[in-house]
C-alpha cells in the first residue's frame, strides 16, 4: 500500500456511521478527523457526503468533493447496451466481449464500457481510488436499471496490473489501458480538477510500457491504450488509431 500520511485523512461527518469512517481510516492506515481546521496537516479527505464517498481537499471542503459518476456522461445513451458508438468502440470492437480495464482511475471509461455491454473487469492499484471505486460500484448495483435487468457491477481486482493480469483465470479478448501521462506543459486547457488531484496523491504512471507489454502477452486478441495527443504510441507503431477531440485510441493486435 502506497504511504499516504501526511497527505490523506478521513474526515468523518454526521451523514455516516462513523464505524464505517473508522474502519476506512485503518484500511488506508490514514488518521480519522471529525472538524477540519487551518492546522490539520493533511490537503486531501475522504469523506460520506450525499450518500457517497467523496474525495475533497482541503480549499474545497465546501464545494462538494469528487466522486465517482456512476451517470452517463454528456452526450452519451442512457440506454443499455449503449450503442457501441464513438472511438472508444470502434477501438474495443463489436466483436470483443469480454474487457479487462487494468488502469481504472475514475472509472468513467470502465462505467462506459460496461454500459455497452461489454463484460467487463476493473483493476485499480491506488488504495484511495479503490475505496471511491467499490462506493460507486455498490452505487451502480441499487440503480432501478441495474437491478430490473439482473446485472451485477464489474469485477474490481486491487493491485498492480503487472501482477494481476498473469494471473487472470481467463484470457480477455481486450485489456484497456489509460496510463496517467505527465501533463503537457501549456498555460491553457489545464487538466481537470480530478486528474490534479489524482496526480498529486498518485503521481505519472511511469511503468506504463511495462504494463504495455504485460497486457499484450496476456490478452486473447488486442490491447487499447488511451493517449493523449501530444504523447507518443506506448507500443510503437498500432494496427489501428481511433481519434476523438484530444484524445487518442491505439489498437494493437495480439500475433
Known sequence: MRDYIGKLAVLHSEQS????????????????????????????????????????????????????????????????????????A??????????????????????????????LSCIERSPVMLELLADAFLRLERVDWVQRLGLSAPKLMAGNAIDILPQLTFSPDCIYIDPMFPAKRKKSALPKKSMLILRDLLGDDMDREALFEVALQTTAKK?????????????????????????????????
Open 17 to 88: 456511521d462513523l464505524v464505517l469512517s473508522q474502519a476506512l481510516s485503518v484500511r488506508l492506515a490514514v488518521p480519522l478527523y471529525h472538524s477540519v481546521d487551518k492546522f490539520t496537516p493533511e490537503d486531501f479527505f475522504l469523506s460520506w457526503r450525499d450518500g457517497c464517498l467523496k474525495l475533497l481537499d482541503k480549499e474545497l471542503l465546501k464545494k462538494g468533493g469528487l466522486m465517482v459518476e456512476i451517470e452517463p456522461r454528456q452526450g452519451e445513451q442512457r440506454s443499455w447496451p449503449a450503442p457501441k458508438e464513438g472511438a472508444l
Open 223 to 255: 490491447v487499447v491504450v488511451k493517449s493523449p495527443d501530444y504523447a507518443l504510441p506506448i507500443g510503437g507503431k498500432p494496427a489501428e488509431s481511433f481519434k476523438s477531440k484530444l484524445l487518442r485510441y491505439d489498437v494493437y493486435i495480439k500475433n
Open 90 to 119: 470502434q477501438a474495443i470492437g463489436r466483436k470483443t466481449k469480454t474487457v479487462v480495464d487494468a488502469t481504472t482511475g475514475w472509472g468513467q471509461d470502465s462505467l462506459h464500457i460496461f454500459r455497452m455491454g461489454y463484460d
